[in-house]
């Protein structure tokens, strides 16, 4: 896929910080944004569901938040 390229402001110490994780990382700082933007684009929508759902079905109970928690932890423990 075309790359595009835009200008874009940062906070100095952001820049600072992203730019020594990039190094850390060995990937470009091109790559860490874009990743990070898509990561902020997905939970967005992601949350944008979950209040579409409860708008028609209503408020998730103790039990499904739980259920989804539990579901979220086995996910990162297991690197997906």
């Not at 790359?3 to 992203?18: C, G, I, L, T, Y």
């Amino acid at each position: 896929m075309p790359a595009m390229k835009r200008s874009v402001a940062f906070d100095p110490e952001v820049w600072k910080e992203a730019e020594a994780a990039a190094r850390e990382e060995g990937r470009s700082l091109s790559a860490m944004v874009n990743e990070a933007l898509r990561e902020h684009l997905a939970l967005r929508q992601g949350l944008r569901s979950m209040e579409l759902w409860q708008a028609e079905h209503g408020a998730f109970t103790g039990e499904e938040l739980a259920a989804a928690d539990e579901a979220l932890d086995r996910a990162l423990r297991s690197g997906r």
